[in-house]
C-alpha cells in the first residue's frame, strides 16, 4: 500500500496545504480469507470486528499500482491513445497506462509504457500527485507523469490483446473534451487536470 500523503504534489510542511484528518484506529481484524488470486488481481474478505462486538465483511480488491502519462510534444500538443476496453465494448480516448512490472520504478514504468503505446520517448518525465482509484474497496494506486518535450521515435509495441491508435491533439481540442465530458476514463481525466492545474 503506498503511503499517499508523501505521493506527489506539493510537500505536506507546505503551510498553505491543509495537513491530512486525525487518523482513526483501524477496525479489527477477525479473519482474512483468499477468494481469488491471478497475475493481475486477486480479492480477498476481511471480516472486521465493528466498535459493537459484530462482525462484518469487507471485500478488497487488490490490484498493483499502474502508472499513467499525459505526453506533451516539443510543439505542444497532446498525444493520446483510442482504445478498446472489454470491460463494457467501448472505444475512446486515454492516455498511456499502464501496471507497474516487479523491480520497476514508476517512472522507469511511465517511459515503457509511452514507448510501447505510442512509439513517444519524453525529454524528461515530471511526477504528478498520486491518487487511489477506487480506495473504498481496492488498493490500486496510480502514479500519474507529465512527459515533456515528446518526439515520435520507435513503432508501437502493443500485446495482443491491445487495440489502440494514436492521436494528437491541440491543448484547447483536449480541454473542449473534458468540459463537453467526451472522456470516460479516470485515469486519463485525474492525469490532465494535474497537468493543467500544476505545469507552467
Known sequence: MTDDSAAGGRPPEDPQVPGAPPPFEPFELDSTERI??????????????????ELQEH????????????????????VMVGQLRHTHGNTHWE???????????????????????????????????????????SNHWIHPFAALDCELRHEQQLDPSERMIVET???????????????????????LFYSRMLLP
Do not use: K, Q
Open 36 to 53: 481469488y488470486d491471478s497475475p493481475w488481481v486477486g480479492l480477498r474478505r476481511d471480516m472486521l470486528r465493528l466498535g459493537n462486538g
Open 59 to 78: 471485500h478488497v480488491v487488490e490490484v498493483g499500482d499502474a502508472v499513467s502519462v499525459v505526453p506533451i510534444r516539443t510543439d505542444g500538443r497532446l
Open 95 to 137: 492516455v498511456p497506462a499502464g501496471r507497474i512490472d516487479a523491480g520497476e520504478a514508476p517512472i522507469e514504468c511511465a517511459a515503457r509504457e509511452l514507448r510501447e503505446e505510442t512509439g513517444y520517448e519524453a525529454g524528461r518525465l515530471v511526477p504528478l500527485p498520486g491518487y487511489y482509484t477506487c480506495n473504498g474497496i
Open 169 to 191: 491533439f491541440a491543448p484547447d481540442e483536449v480541454e473542449a473534451m473534458l468540459r463537453a465530458g467526451t472522456l470516460h476514463d479516470g485515469l486519463s481525466l485525474i492525469a
